[in-house]
């Protein structure tokens, strides 16, 4: 198993963008005004003291979009610290479209790790409606490229953007798996104040994604990767004190996202379980007691929903003795 580095997140908003993309707010995002110079990355490193292995990481513009010589600067700053070992890996996120031999070569000889590619949509109608700037084609050259050139591939991909149905996103994520990258981020939209999609939903263009519909879609995506080995690394924004605080004036913003979604999983274990259980039924189902809350769900919605849905006398979720086997089980009685 691999070690997990502690990860030092630093933003570099909308830097190398060449375009505003109908959905993005970088900073507000990110909760960072202003991007990280080579003095910011030094600083943030020496504060780290005598610590080890950590994982750099820039977020939040398009790294490889930004001239050859401010990320060479970023990352130059960085080097000292891999020497020390405080640092033993770095990422970067940028766009499919800024990715070609050259850049590759520079950040492969600058120590990055890792690089996520904000893919967002495999259709391509959806791509141009939300103002991407770059084709499905350009995320598969550029996947292949990443992969080629031995770094660590994670992808991003966003869930209701303008023209994006439900079906359309499954086939983006199968897509996406083709591309067999080392893990995804699932970013369902948040409709944040100054961007153009604010302004679409004022005008009523655009129709928001709920939590809901963000839930039960993502609930539906997670298998498919969970069933083709590659991790979901991220549900959902990163809770901010600017997001909560009212800057995401719509869409599928939750702090506690990616729990809503891993919850409405094991929901739907449980409701492929009931299926046949007669009305009436006094039903116990066995779960992992470390996912125990997730089967449960908050304020026993799951319980509530499948015993009504379900039309059982009594529906009771517990753990497993600390003994048997890790498998959910279920047990019906009259």
């Not at 820039?58 to 020497?83: D, H, K, W």
């Not at 070569?105 to 600058?110: D, G, P, S, Y």
């Not at 944040?192 to 539906?220: F, I, M, N, Q, W």
């Not at 259980?277 to 089967?295: D, K, M, N, W």
Request: aromatic share 6%; charged share 25%; with cysteine.
């Amino acid at each position: 198993m691999k070690t997990q580095h502690r990860i030092l997140p630093l933003f570099i908003p909308h830097l190398g963008c060449p375009n505003q993309c109908v959905f993005c707010n970088q900073k507000r995002i990110s909760g960072s005004l202003f991007p990280v110079s080579g003095e910011d990355v030094r600083r943030a490193l020496l504060a780290l003291g005598e610590e080890k292995d950590y994982e750099l990481a820039f977020y939040g513009g398009s790294f490889t979009a930004i001239s050859a010589e401010e990320q060479r600067a970023l990352l130059e700053a960085a080097q000292p610290f891999r020497r020390s070992g405080t640092v033993t890996a770095i990422r970067v996120s940028t766009r499919p479209d800024a990715i070609d031999a050259q850049r590759l070569a520079l950040l492969r000889e600058m120590g990055v790790t890792t690089v996520e590619l904000g893919a967002q949509s495999m259709t391509e109608a959806v791509l141009r409606a939300s103002c991407r700037g770059h084709s499905a084609a350009d995320v598969e050259r550029a996947a292949a490229m990443v992969k080629a050139a031995g770094f660590r591939l994670v992808l991003q991909m966003m869930t209701g953007l303008p023209g994006e149905t439900e079906e359309s996103c499954l086939r983006s994520a199968e897509r996406l798996i083709a591309l067999r990258p080392d893990a995804v981020r699932i970013y369902p939209t948040v409709v944040l104040r100054h961007t153009p999609l604010y302004d679409a939903l004022l005008r009523g263009e655009y129709r928001e994604h709920s939590v809901e519909e963000a839930v039960s879609l993502c609930a539906r995506l997670l298998p498919l990767f969970e069933a083709a080995g590659i991790p979901v690394i991220r549900l959902g924004l990163n809770p901010t004190e600017e997001l909560s605080g009212g800057e995401a004036v719509g869409g599928a913003y939750h702090p506690a996202l990616g729990e809503l979604v891993y919850s409405r999983c094991r929901r739907n274990e449980c409701e492929a379980l009931l299926q046949g259980a007669e009305e009436g039924s006094r039903v116990s189902i066995f779960v992992p007691a470390t996912l125990l809350s997730q089967y449960i769900g908050q304020k026993r919605c799951n319980v509530l929903w499948l015993q009504e849905k379900f039309r059982l006398r009594e529906l009771k979720i517990r753990p497993n003795l600390p003994d048997s086997e890790e498998k959910v089980r279920i047990v019906i009685a009259k």
